[in-house]
């Protein structure tokens, strides 16, 4: 049984790995900045994460430029990914940790990037987001409507 277990958990790790083997390390430094503005905590930090085109639409159009409900919403998520059960909304201030949980290539120049966002109470989820490269640029993107 310890055999199999630790075959499978050999296979899932080997399959991660590949996974983000080819998503370019310039990606892979905008979400390690990405990690570091969070903990920040500085909603004008955050911001500059952000897709041009989901500012665009989401926070200047739809949100009518309220900031903090704009990155507030951003970093909603899911206790459980599978069964899209537990939906949590976090607000910056309240982010004790953020690390990246997994990311995968999506099609040219569009990532599915996870992250598992802890807490201050200890508690965690999941946030499903995506990251773009548009006119030279990364930037993320979330929910719209």
């Known amino acids: 049984m310890k055999k199999i277990l630790f075959s499978s958990l ?33 909603y004008d930090s955050v911001m ?6 989901y500012v665009k639409v989401q926070y ?8 903090i409900q704009f990155i507030d919403e951003f ?17 910056l201030p309240e982010i004790s940790g953020i690390e990246l949980y997994k990311i995968s290539a999506l099609e040219k120049n569009q990532y599915q990037v996870i992250f598992k966002i802890t807490r201050n109470s200890g508690t965690w989820h999941y946030n499903q987001v995506t990251l773009r490269l548009y006119k030279k640029h990364f930037g993320f993107f979330g929910a719209r409507g």
């Open 10 to 42: 050999f296979v899932f790790f080997v399959f991660s790995l590949s996974a983000q083997e080819n998503i370019p390390s310039s990606a892979m430094n905008f979400v390690s900045k990405f990690e570091k503005a969070v903990l920040g905590h500085n």
């Open 48 to 53: 500059t994460y952000m897709d041009a085109k």
């Open 60 to 67: 200047k159009k739809l949100l009518k430029k309220e900031q």
């Open 75 to 91: 970093f909603g998520g899911y206790e459980n990914l599978e069964s899209s059960t537990g939906f949590i909304n976090t607000t």
